[in-house]
């Protein structure tokens, strides 16, 4: 999957390159032996290796292809039940410690029936639990860390999540959406309301424009700011829901509740309010705080949904005339667009990775041979960041992409590192027939 490069409208033409290869790849889409679930599988074994404690952002993004749908076979209604296209929902695994995007471990594709119906499937078969499934994936992939916390926003609170068997070191967090019922009565919201303030939390927001949901709905856009945040915690127990129990479920649990809403938010603007379910102990406001931010790092999920789509890779342009090759087009994006997200993380090497983290070595190696190329001949000009690491790794793909290689210039982002991404797997292949003919003595 690494030598599969996403062009710019992710159509066939530009991710070839040559009409031969162009005429490969569309029969590799098509074939009926390469399924999504091979692909998925890959996505699993490159995570196998991560340590430490990795938050498992799980989220969904809705892929609109209206614009060309009476080309297409097999698409299903998106979130306004009128557009054709499909979802896709992603595990993306992030350091912990560092917020280090460490790719993508797992990911669901589908389509919907057209038309909004009466869904009276079994609950495990409901598109709902797909969030089980995208943590249970987690915990598999990334069996070799310490520690594994599945993050996700308020679609994922669902009691049967809360109350998954989990393998040891790992841990839910989920930002709350239902007004929960307690075992000790009353209800979560108003409990919330009613604990102590604990402390304070003060951070940068971005600016976010007003943007349109998977259902529809246009979620309000902020101003950027320096919010301060009022710091609640405790730990609640909740009753098992009454409407559509799940068989096995437990009669209650018991979570830690953490509760941040904003104090004075701008004129107009609603306050920041997060009211987030864990299962990682909080016995203080360093914990509480930590929580916080663990759930702030799901932000990542969403810039590499922007690259995926218009910043970068620009998947719903393609002009893959099935659902089936979009299916597998659209994983294979994911898997370029977590790349190219690393990369731009990794840009200013504050925090170190190696960049086995995004290539292979053999990857690495054409990397080194490109290098001195790409330096100039003065220190400004040359890569500043330690060998093999993802930082340098990053310079390098930057420069292919049309980067001047000066501190002083504005950072490259993800379309520079797109293009680099580009013009390095086009070399990477001369890279790899020159080394075949070396090794059968066609080259001296």
């Known amino acids: 999957m690494r030598r599969m490069v996403m062009g710019g409208t992710v159509c066939l033409r530009r991710l070839a390159g040559s009409e031969a290869e162009e005429r490969r790849f569309g029969r590799w889409l098509g074939h009926d032996r390469v399924t999504v679930e091979e692909i998925r599988a890959d996505f699993q074994a490159r995570a196998a290796g991560h340590g430490g404690h990795v938050l498992a952002v799980q989220d969904t993004t809705e892929l609109n292809f209206q614009h060309h749908a009476g080309k297409v076979r097999g698409l ?21 410690d560092s917020g280090a995007c460490l790719g993508v471990v797992d990911a669901q594709v589908w389509t919907r029936p057209e038309g909004k119906r009466p869904d009276k ?19 598999t992939a990334l069996r070799r860390a310490a520690c594994v916390t599945v993050v996700a926003d308020r679609e994922s609170d669902l009691y049967p999540l809360l109350t998954r068997p989990c393998r040891p070191g790992s841990h839910f967090l989920v930002r709350a959406a239902q007004d929960r019922a307690l075992a000790e009565g009353g209800l979560l919201m108003t409990a919330l309301d009613d604990l102590p303030v604990a402390g304070h ?5 971005t600016a976010q424009p007003a943007r349109r949901q998977i259902a529809g709905k246009i979620k309000p856009g902020r101003s950027a700011r320096d919010a301060t945040l009022a710091v609640r915690y405790g730990e609640m127990t909740f009753k098992r829901p009454r409407k559509r129990p799940v068989k096995g479920n437990a009669a209650s649990v018991t979570v830690r509740v953490v509760d941040v809403r904003e104090i004075a938010p701008p004129a107009g603007e609603p306050p920041i309010h997060w009211r987030l379910l864990t299962s990682h102990n909080v016995a203080n406001v360093e914990q509480a705080v930590r929580i916080v931010g663990w759930y702030q790092a799901r932000w990542q ?16 342009s393609s002009q893959v005339e099935t659902a089936g090759g979009l299916m597998k087009l659209s994983l294979v994006a994911l898997h370029s667009a977590a790349i190219v997200l690393q990369l731009v993380q990794a840009r200013d090497g504050t925090a170190p990775r190696p960049a086995t983290d995004a290539f292979s070595v053999e990857e690495i190696a054409a990397l080194d041979a490109l290098q001195p190329d790409l330096e ?10 330690p060998r093999h690491s993802l930082a340098w790794a990053s310079w390098i793909i930057a420069r292919l992409g049309g980067w001047k290689g ?7 982002g993800p379309i520079t ?7 390095f797997r086009s070399l990477y292949q001369g890279f790899r027939i020159a080394r075949k003919m070396q090794t059968v003595g066609l080259l001296n």
């Open 417 to 423: 590192m797109h293009h680099g991404l580009q013009w």
């Open 201 to 205: 939390y003060s951070f940068e927001v």
């Open 406 to 412: 000066y501190a002083s210039r504005k950072p490259p």
């Open 76 to 96: 299903g209604a998106v979130g306004n039940g009128k557009d054709l296209g499909l979802f896709l929902h992603p595990v993306l695994a992030l350091d912990a």
């Open 376 to 385: 100039g001949r003065t220190e400004k000009q040359r890569n500043p960041h």
């Open 121 to 139: 499937r079994a609950v495990q078969d409901r598109e709902s639990w797909r969030w089980l499934d995208g943590a249970q994936a987690a915990e």
């Open 301 to 316: 999920v969403e810039q590499l949904f922007r690259t995926l789509k218009r910043q970068g890779l620009d998947l719903e």
